[in-house]
């Protein structure tokens, strides 16, 4: 295995050129770098203007979505060698407005989690006096898989639909409307049911998948879509078929 | 003038969520920002993995979380902070709990509390091993139901607005565009969480940069505790990931080279098969990391490209009990070292991890500048003393996070406004920010000087420490901030430009640097994290007490001290291993692991 490897990184700069292009880079390549160790390799040694996103470095904080030779990724979680020899093409996440280098615009998807009510919702809330409300490791497991989002946006990136329509509310947003939905806690789901059949995006979706394929924390948004998709079909025939039923 | 706000909020992670929803509930007049230089869900807070401590089970009291927390803090926590945190925690958790958070649960679907590191009963709720997250997200999702509270994400906070002797407002800086503006308020909190990067190996993200702690220092607001730095026995050599202490408490073992479980020659005990609390593994962190440096003396460690290490043995728990109560463990060795916990041996080493000191708070989260408030990890109030216990920090940052909102709430309604000094202080930031940091082509480069700055405190200030290298490390400390007056700023854009905001991490880094080791030379003791060699014995004639660093105008620290708050629990041994002999049957646990299917 080589010890070095070329990493091509897109550069766009607003203020200086309006189109987008690559600087390569050779790097180290230890067997335990990431391409995150890649880019701060570069920012500290080599490129002082490269911007990009990260913090955790452990695949939590969701920061570090970009494209690693055109497939999103989270940098902290991608080992460099397994690229090897290289070279490597690093890219924002496509479906987003890009800011600057590396940086993508997210401001949609954080309006369209408000959107969603992700909160619980009840018609009565039980005092704290009155202790937890009772929920089985069963019945934890119903939703358990939803709430495991890091709103990376890898999802929105591998979206085909999201690529096409942007007002799509999307694979993690809708993962997170069951997350709540599921949960025997909430009461909320007919209201978040309505906001998302306002959009008829969802039944764009074809079920390639692709956004669960992406998911570096397994939370199956395509499942979540399916789930809905089934219900609200579910929801339609009791209209139609039994109209005093669904009232 | 009118105040934009009437609190600003700096920070977004579990304290500063929380002490915003505390706001938003007090009153739905009050106007509220958030600032975060990261989207409030990116906060490190979501990195914690292991617990948050609340007394819940039947068979235990207030007054044992008490009395961990004091003796775990080597006795200089404040025991009536300690006596509201432990009485109001439970509260806290369980107000998470109707927010939503996925605590695991028992069969009967009651939140179930799993043993932790120091604590002598099972009291720490969990989420798998991702409580951080699942309680940041909870409290982030949460807040979006609050209309008055508006956010501004990825706005990066460089200087606190003093005028008249009160905090009025912030400066801050919008990473898309390289907009500066002032954001007025009646009261400021800051929730900016610790100052791991201080050090080079740390368990702590990327921005764990003690901004808010250099921010108040500038204000002129003093620090407090800031020699006691916690190093976690457990990370993993190269990237600092953290191994939860809930590997411990799940029944894992710490071995050395040999195979042997060295922690029984450090009288923490005599080992068992299964965990004992406050025994071996379950002893407190400082211990454990000391015990790491005995066996390092003795050449018992293990030799690897990223420094010696010892290991964590899980093996024995088997694949089911791992994938079910430690599942993001097996994740992170797999993913970053590798290493499958079910059939090998984890490398691990002791990493800096938490700030016991910080912003010199009261028990209402006031500092004693008029109009600041400081919450969570940025603050020292203080329940963790010399050193802290695991699980103790997350709920810390609920009661205190809440507690400071209230206070500030209170405190807003009879506050004047703003002067208008602030005009003029907005413009002299923005020259220092655009004329000075956009133009600077000076010679140093900023991932030298932070280089250099991570070795010195490390070398003076890391698990042992001496006079001698404390004072070597102050003058290199004085030198890196001459140095860094003279920075190399290649990027000259406003857009998302990452290289101007190192530049200014670098400098708080530096100020927070300084601070740590000034008080770590002036305490001329030993207790808990803070251990000098050339002063073995905890001193308290002369040192229970807390120390408090105050800026001086050539940029110095003073160092002073104030007295510890004891109420019912007067200073004594720090005994693990086993419990003094009369409460013995009382507090022996039994085999810790806990019956529940809680995932
Ligand atoms: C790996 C790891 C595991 C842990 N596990 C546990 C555990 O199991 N149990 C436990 O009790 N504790 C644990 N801790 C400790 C605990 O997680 C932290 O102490 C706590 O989360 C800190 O929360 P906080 O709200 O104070 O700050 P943070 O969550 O760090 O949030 C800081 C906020 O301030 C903002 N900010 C900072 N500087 C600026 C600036 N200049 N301008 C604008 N905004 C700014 C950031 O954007 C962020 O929103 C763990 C810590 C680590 C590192
Ligand atoms: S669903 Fe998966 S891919 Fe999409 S944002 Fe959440 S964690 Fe990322
Ligand atoms: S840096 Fe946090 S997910 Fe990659």
Do not use: K, T
């Given at each position: 295995m080589s010890d070095h490897i070329t990493l091509h990184v897109a550069r766009y700069r607003p203020e200086k050129a309006s189109e987008t292009t690559f600087d390569a880079f050779e790097l180290p390549c230890p067997k335990e770098w990431v391409v995150l160790d890649g880019l701060n390799h570069i920012k500290d040694r080599m490129d002082g203007t490269l911007s990009y996103r990260w913090s955790c470095r452990m695949g939590i904080c969701g920061s570090c979505g970009m494209l690693v030779n055109g497939e999103p990724k989270l940098a902290c979680a991608t080992f460099l060698s397994d690229y090897a020899p290289g070279p490597v093409r690093v890219e924002p996440l496509r479906n987003f407005p890009v800011i600057r280098d590396l940086v993508v615009e997210m401001g949609d998807f954080m309006s369209k989690l408000t959107r969603i009510k992700p909160w619980i919702v009840r018609q009565v809330e039980k005092p704290l006096s009155d202790g937890e409300y009772r929920q089985t490791p069963g019945e934890l497991d119903e939703y358990k898989q939803f709430s495991?989002?890091?709103?990376?946006?890898l999802c929105y990136s591998a979206c085909p639909i999201y690529g096409l329509?942007?007002?799509?509310?999307g694979p993690a947003a809708i993962a997170l409307a069951q997350r709540y939905n599921l949960?025997?806690?909430?009461?909320?789901a007919a209201e978040r049911m309505q906001i998302l059949s306002e959009h008829d995006g969802i039944w764009g979706c074809t079920f390639v998948g692709e956004c669960t394929k992406v998911c570096p924390k397994h939370v199956d948004p395509a499942g979540a879509i399916q789930r809905y998709k089934l219900q609200s079909a579910v929801e339609w025939v009791k209209a139609f078929v039994l109209p005093r039923a669904a009232q | 003038m009118t105040p934009a706000f009437d609190v600003v909020l700096v920070g977004g992670g579990g304290a500063g969520l929380r002490a915003a929803i505390a706001l938003a509930e007090a009153s739905q007049r009050l106007r509220i920002a958030v600032v975060s230089k990261v989207y409030p869900m990116r906060s490190h807070t979501v990195s914690a993995e292991g617990g948050a401590a609340g007394v819940i089970s039947p068979d235990d009291s207030l007054d044992e979380h008490c009395y961990d927390t004091i003796s775990g803090g080597d006795w200089l926590g404040d025991q009536d902070a300690i006596e509201a945190f432990v009485r109001e925690a439970p509260q806290e958790l369980l107000r998470l709990e109707h927010w939503g958070c996925p605590w695991s649960r028992e069969a009967d679907g009651r939140v179930a509390v799993r043993p932790f590191g120091g604590m002598r009963k099972m009291r720490t709720w969990f989420a798998a091993d991702k409580t951080g997250f699942h309680m940041l997200h909870t409290l982030f999702q949460t807040s979006l139901k609050y209309t008055t509270v508006v956010r501004y994400d990825e706005w990066f906070v460089t200087k606190f607005l003093v005028d008249d002797g009160r905090v009025q407002g912030v400066i801050a800086l919008e990473l898309a565009t390289g907009r500066i503006e002032a954001i007025t308020a009646r009261a400021v909190i800051v929730c900016t969480g610790g100052c791991g990067k201080v050090f080079p190996f740390t368990t702590n993200a990327a921005i764990k940069t003690g901004d808010g702690m250099a921010l108040a220092y500038r204000a002129g607001a003093p620090l407090k505790d800031m020699e006691f730095v916690q190093y976690h026995p457990t990370g993993l050599p190269f990237t600092g990931i953290l191994i939860t202490e809930a590997a411990r408490s799940e029944g894992g073992y710490l071995i050395n080279k040999d195979g042997?479980?060295?922690?029984?020659?450090?009288?923490?005990g005599t080992p068992q098969p299964k965990p004992v609390l406050r025994t071996m593994e379950l002893g407190p962190r400082d211990r454990l990391s000391q015990a790491f440096m005995k066996e390092l003396d003795k050449g018992r460690t293990t030799d690897t490209p990223y420094g010696p290490v010892v290991f964590l043995d899980l093996r024995h728990l088997g694949e089911q009990l791992i994938n079910r109560r430690l599942p993001f463990v097996r994740e992170l060795c797999m993913k970053y070292q590798n290493i499958d916990p079910v059939k090998e041996l984890i490398p691990v080493r002791p990493v800096v991890h938490y700030m016991m000191g910080g912003v010199h708070t009261d028990i209402n989260g006031a500092t004693p500048l008029p109009g600041l408030y400081a919450a969570g990890e940025v603050a020292c109030v203080s329940i963790n003393g010399a050193n802290r216990l695991g699980s103790n920090s997350l709920p810390e940052l609920l009661v205190f996070g809440a507690r400071a909102g209230r206070a500030a709430a209170d405190y807003v309604a009879g506050a004047k406004d703003p002067g208008t000094t602030v005009v003029a202080q907005l413009q002299d930031e923005q020259r220092r920010l655009e004329a000075d940091l956009l133009q600077q082509r000076g010679r140093e480069r900023i991932a030298d000087i932070r280089q250099e700055m991570q070795l010195t405190v490390e070398e003076s200030a890391g698990i042992y420490r001496t006079g001698a290298s404390l004072i070597r490390s102050a003058a290199k400390l004085r030198e890196l901030q001459e140095r860094a007056r003279d920075f190399r700023i290649e990027d000259d854009s406003r857009t998302f430009n990452t290289e101007r905001i190192a530049a200014l991490e670098l400098s708080f880094m530096l100020d927070v640097a300084e601070a740590i080791v000034t008080s770590a030379l002036r305490r001329e003791e030993s207790r808990g994290a803070h251990q000098r060699t050339d002063f073995p014995l905890r001193d308290d004639q002369r040192y229970l007490a807390h120390s408090l660093v105050q800026r001086q105008p050539d940029g110095s620290c003073r160092v002073d001290y104030l007295p510890v708050t004891i109420t019912r629990w007067p200073p004594a041994e720090r005994v693990y291993g086993e419990a003094p002999s009369d409460e013995r049957s009382h507090y022996v646990a039994r085999g810790a692991i806990p019956s529940g299917e809680g995932v």
């Open positions: 495991m989002c890091i709103n990376c946006m329509d942007p007002h799509f509310i949960d025997s806690r909430d009461e909320g | 042997y479980r060295y922690l029984q020659d450090y009288a923490l």
